[in-house]
């Protein structure tokens, strides 16, 4: 089995987000179990020039863009035991940034049939190509359209996976015939909502498409989830599925990150007391190990639940004794908010602004509880890096937190779990979290139950493995 696993960004090339952490990490788990798996992305300027250096230039071709044809280099490369193919363009990629600028419609279009127009030079016939969000949703929309029938492409099934439904593609309907380029009679198919829409256009095309967690699956089918899309998701629910994403268990390892001040595992995790004393130093707040540290590494944005923490944290520091601490970076009515309680609660809550990948390691190591209160969380990474720490997860009972995470009332779970967005739900959930953590010995079966959980790739991988050979026999 052959697959072509299409991304806009991959590690360790370069990866904005999540889908950059799975296109880097799925690959080399499906490569391991037999299937043949490579990955297109697009040839940013930003990657690192020792990358650059290592990779092999195939041939240069052109691609159709609506009217006009554009030039497309492409270029080989190999990490982790995956080959990558690399599509150069200067005109589109030589930017300072992946997303977020006015031809961002243009760029994505032209990557997503770049991704088909290459398969004749790379020596690689996929028997699934397995594409991700918006910006390479386009690719099942031509294969559809354009490729389907033409020889060398016979028989390609196509798997679209949402990794965010909030990102979905929205523009004019103009593109269609000055950027889009399908025939004439087909631009239904991406047309939603008096507009063009990339995503729907893969939910329309693909032969599965799939989100990054089961209960993900069923909330993007409700209004309140699914930014507009619920209608056609639901007419086409018999295609949908979810399926949790992994971590990379090797890059967050207790027992060998170098990120961290002194390594432990499930058997024995009594240094887990020094990265938290290294921690509370780093943040200058008293070093006292009885005294619990709450850890949130998260982008400063309304959906991962800041509202509720904004709401009740005054209330927490000022009548328990505890430690906050708080590492990311968003919108400025949160950081203004987290710099106001740090200079109010010199002693109980640390700050830092920006996104540093090894203090983030840091706090995974060193805090005692993980709090991710999200409004909405297609799967969530940050609460099975926590778990893999020892650190126990604080959630809202939401797409892969709900997956992931199950409440330890019953003496069984992994963390503690609150349903109802609702900051004092919330707050009673922290403070039985408190009151656990008052019970070291009970507290300390419950790390280890933590840090014994199988969050790794190799699950999920075999969850795709399945798919793709249903869809193959179909």
């Known amino acids: 089995m052959k697959v072509l696993y299409v991304s806009s960004e991959a590690l360790p090339f370069k990866a904005s987000g999540g889908l950059g952490d799975v296109a880097g990490s799925l690959p080399q788990a499906l490569r391991k179990r037999l299937i043949g798996c490579r990955v297109v992305m697009p040839l940013y300027d930003t990657i690192s020039q020792e990358l650059k250096d290592s990779m092999t230039f195939i041939t240069s071709i052109s691609v159709p863009v609506a009217w006009r044809r554009q030039y497309c280099g492409v270029f080989e490369a190999k990490a982790g035991g995956v080959i990558y193919y690399l599509i150069d363009n200067q005109y589109y990629f030589k930017r300072d940034g992946l997303y977020g600028y006015y031809d961002d419609a243009e760029r994505f279009a032209f990557f997503s049939r770049a ?160 990265d938290k004393q290294k921690l509370q130093e780093y943040f200058s707040l008293p070093e006292r190990d009885d005294v ?39 919108e400025w009515q ?16 640390g700050l830092k602004l920006g996104f540093i990948p090894s203090l983030s390691k840091k706090i995974y190591a060193g805090a005692d509880m993980f709090l991710m209160p999200s409004k909405s969380e297609p799967c969530g990474l940050s609460q099975m890096i926590s778990l893999r720490y020892g650190t126990i997860p604080i959630v809202r009972e939401t797409g892969g937190l709900r997956d992931s995470i199950k409440d330890s009332g019953d003496g069984e779970g ?61």
Request: aromatic fraction near 12%; hydrophobic fraction near 40%; proline fraction near 4%.
């Open 115 to 274: 991704v088909l127009e290459i398969i004749p030079y790379i020596d690689f016939k996929p028997d699934i190509i397995h594409c991700n969000d918006w910006q390479s949703a386009l690719t099942p929309v031509y294969y559809t359209t354009l490729y389907a029938n033409r020889p060398g492409y016979e028989n390609i099934k196509t798997v679209f996976t949402i990794h965010n439904i909030q990102y979905q593609g929205n523009y004019g309907m103009e593109l269609v015939n000055e950027v889009v380029g399908i025939p004439e009679g087909t631009s239904s198919l991406i047309e939603y909502d008096g507009d063009v829409n990339f995503m729907k256009g893969a939910i329309e095309t693909a032969d599965r498409v799939t989100t990054v967690s089961p209960s993900y699956a069923n909330e993007i089918l409700d209004p309140w989830y699914s930014h507009g899309l619920d209608i056609i998701l639901n007419q086409r629910s018999w295609k949908l599925s979810g399926i949790l994403n992994g971590i990379d268990t090797e890059l967050y390892n207790p027992e060998t990150d170098k990120d961290i001040a002194a390594n432990y595992n499930a058997a024995d995790f009594k240094n887990k007391k020094i």
């Open 292 to 330: 619990p540290v709450i850890g949130m590494v998260t982008r400063l944005v309304g959906h991962k639940g800041l509202d509720l923490v904004r709401a009740v944290l005054d209330e927490l520091l000022n009548t328990c004794d505890v430690q906050f601490v708080v590492l990311g970076s968003g």
């Open 334 to 349: 949160y950081e203004n908010f987290f710099k106001e309680m740090a200079a109010k609660y010199p002693d109980k809550m």
């Open 414 to 474: 992994n963390g503690f779990t609150f349903a109802s967005y609702n900051a004092h739900d919330m707050l009673f959930t922290i403070k039985r979290a408190l009151e656990g953590y008052r019970n070291r010995e009970g507290w300390n079966i419950l790390v280890k139950r933590a840090m014994e959980c199988d969050n790794s790739w190799g699950k999920s991988a075999n969850e795709y493995i399945k798919l793709y050979k249903a869809l193959l026999k179909d």
